[in-house]
T-cell receptor, first 114, second 114 residues
Framework: KAGVTQTPRYLIKTRGQQVTLSCSPISGHRSVSWYQQTPGQGLQFLFEYFSETQRNKGNFPGRFSGRQFSNSRSEMNVSTLELGDSALYLC?????????????FGPGTRLTVL | AQTVTQSQPEMSVQEAETVTLSCTYDTSENNYYLFWYKQPPSRQMILVIRQEAYKQQNATENRFSVNFQKAAKSFSLKISDSQLGDTAMYFCAFDQGGSEKLVFGKGTKLTVNP
C-alpha cells in the first residue's frame, strides 16, 4: 500500500506571497493532520481534517488554512507569507475512526520564505 | 496543556550496544497513547512503537521496547543491538484524542557509531 505523499517536496517563496501544499493520504485513511516543524519550536500541530471537515485546530494564525476533498486528499494554504513560516510541513494520515488512531507521516514539504 | 519532555538532546552509542532514550509527559488524563517516532536524515517520520496507557504490558517491536511507568509519567525507549541505520532524531509523542492531536517532545538526536 502506498504511503502518504506530499507535493511539492521543496518550495521557495517570498514574503507576502501565498502557498498551497498538497497531501495524499494512505488509501482508506480518512483523517489528515498537518504539522509544522522548525528548529526552534519543534513539531507543532496545525489542524486535522476528517471527512472533509476540520475536526481540530492548533494555535496558529488565520493565515494558515486547509481543506479536505471527498477523496481524503488535503491541501494546506498559507497566505501573506512571513519569514517565520519557513519550515518543514508534515502531513500525517490515519484511519480516523477514533481520535487516537496511529498517524503515518509523509516526507514533508520544505518551505523557504525569502 | 499536555507537555512532553525529552531531556537528552543528543546521544551516541556504539554499534551492537543498547541505548535508552528518556521521555516524560504531563497529563491529568487517564486514557491516552504514547508513541516513539524516528526521523532519519532523509526526513521521513517513521512510527517506531506505540503504547496504550491502559495496557500494563510494555510494548515491543523487534529490537525496540519501551519502559512505560504510568505513575511516574515516564516512557523510555530501549534500542537493543543498535545498528547504523538507527541513526536519527527520535521523537516521543502523546495523544489523548484531544484537540492538540499529537504533542511532541523536542527530540533526541541519536548517533550510532561503527
Amino acid at each position: 500500500k502506498a504511503g502518504v505523499t506530499q507535493t511539492p517536496r521543496y518550495l521557495i517563496k517570498t514574503r507576502g506571497q501565498q502557498v498551497t501544499l498538497s497531501c495524499s493520504p494512505i488509501s482508506g485513511h480518512r483523517s489528515v493532520s498537518w504539522y509544522q516543524q522548525t528548529p526552534g519550536q519543534g513539531l507543532q500541530f496545525l489542524f486535522e481534517y476528517f471527512s472533509e471537515t476540520q475536526r481540530n485546530k492548533g494555535n496558529f494564525p488565520g493565515r494558515f488554512s486547509g481543506r479536505q476533498f471527498s477523496n481524503s486528499r488535503s491541501e494546506m494554504n498559507v497566505s501573506t507569507l512571513e519569514l517565520g513560516d519557513s519550515a518543514l510541513y508534515l502531513c500525517a494520515s490515519s484511519l480516523g475512526a477514533v481520535p487516537t488512531d496511529t498517524q503515518y507521516f509523509g516526507p514533508g514539504t520544505r518551505l523557504t520564505v525569502l | 496543556a499536555q507537555t512532553v519532555t525529552q531531556s537528552q538532546p543528543e546521544m551516541s552509542v556504539q554499534e551492537a550496544e543498547t541505548v535508552t532514550l528518556s521521555c516524560t509527559y504531563d497529563t491529568s488524563e487517564n486514557n491516552y497513547y504514547l508513541f516513539w517516532y524516528k526521523q532519519p536524515p532523509s526526513r521521513q517520520m517513521i512510527l517506531v512503537i506505540r503504547q496504550e496507557a491502559y495496557k500494563q504490558q510494555n510494548a515491543t517491536e523487534n529490537r525496540f521496547s519501551v519502559n512505560f511507568q504510568k505513575a511516574a509519567k515516564s516512557f523510555s525507549l530501549k534500542i537493543s543491538d543498535s545498528q547504523l541505520g538507527d541513526t536519527a532524531m527520535y521523537f516521543c509523542a502523546f495523544d489523548q484524542g484531544g484537540s492538540e492531536k499529537l504533542v511532541f517532545g523536542k527530540g533526541t538526536k541519536l548517533t550510532v557509531n561503527p
